[in-house]
């Protein structure tokens, strides 16, 4: 199948990664475990997506306890951003966070899939679109620079409809690039994602499945992952 997908499509082949996705496919992972298991493979993913879609650039010089001096160095493009999408991408923050070298901005996008027609429904954003003018009333609103960098993550794809339109919004935002991170997908769903904006857009997935049922879960997949993870039901 990987040979079928687009070039900016990447299913990882990490052995410990494919472990953990079976363990997380198993209806006895609790809350706890899932959590842990979502985290894990994130990080996983995250250390293989960023490898490729961030380069180790000078940035200046420093002293080792010896009194010694070393070139300094920090990750270009360094205007990046963090975006989850609601609610089952928070899972997945902290794994990423944590491989950066410096704390980036987290920006949500709350997005649900209506259960007949299976389009997403946006509920709330909080990128920094542009901020009021202090000037004056009548002055054009300011735009606020955007990521030059978004890494978008949810753990999962089915449809491939949200991630398309969190890519659109991240796009409209000004985001030079999007890095997708996502534990698994569906091959429709990750294709549509994908195509949603072919030069501006990476993939990385921990795993693909062939396709999703009527409602729009993915078969075998691993459920409603929002509902394991927070042990709360969902729209």
Same mark, same amino acid.
Not at 10 to 24: E, F, R, V
Not at 63 to 90: F, H, M, Q, W
Not at 104 to 126: A, C, M, S
């Given at each position: 199948?990987? /040979?079928? &997908? ?36 994130? *990080? ?5 997506? &960023?490898?490729?879609? &961030? ?9 080792? #306890?010896?009194? =010694? ?16 999408? &609601?609610?089952?991408? @928070? ?9 950066? #070298?410096?704390?980036? #901005?987290?920006?949500?996008? !709350? @997005? ?24 004056? /009333?009548?002055?054009? #609103? ?9 890494? %978008?993550?949810?753990?999962?794809? *089915? ?10 919004? @991240? ?13 698994? !997908? ?19 997935? !921990? ?10 879960? =993915?078969?075998?997949? %691993? !459920?409603? =992952? ?10």
């Amino acid at each position: 199948m990987a /040979s079928s &997908l687009a070039p900016n499509i990447h299913i990882s082949s990490h052995p410990c990664l494919q472990a953990k996705i079976s363990q997380l496919r198993s209806h006895s992972a609790n809350t706890r475990e899932t959590r842990g298991l979502v985290s894990e493979i994130s *990080a996983i993913l995250g250390v293989e997506a &960023l490898a490729s879609g &961030l380069k180790a650039t000078r940035s200046g010089t420093d002293k080792t #306890p010896l009194g =010694i001096e070393y070139e300094t160095k920090d990750t270009n493009p360094n205007n990046i951003a963090i975006v989850p999408i &609601l609610r089952s991408g @928070l899972g997945m923050v902290d794994a990423i966070n944590s491989l950066l #070298p410096s704390p980036v #901005p987290i920006y949500h996008l !709350g @997005l649900f899939r209506e259960r007949t027609t299976l389009q997403p429904v946006e509920y709330y954003n909080n990128l920094p679109y542009s901020r009021a003018s202090t000037t004056s /009333s009548t002055e054009e #609103p300011i735009n606020t620079a955007a990521a030059e960098l978004a890494i %978008l993550v949810d753990p999962v794809i *089915a449809t491939g409809a949200t991630a398309e339109a969190a890519i659109h919004l @991240l796009r409209e935002w000004g985001a030079k690039r999007v890095l997708v991170i996502s534990v698994l !997908g569906t091959e429709p769903g990750v294709r549509r994602a994908a195509e949603s904006w072919g030069e501006g857009v990476e993939l990385w997935v !921990g795993a693909v499945d062939a396709s999703y049922d009527g409602k729009g879960m =993915i078969v075998p997949g %691993l !459920g409603d =992952i929002g509902d394991r993870l927070f042990k709360a039901i969902g729209k």
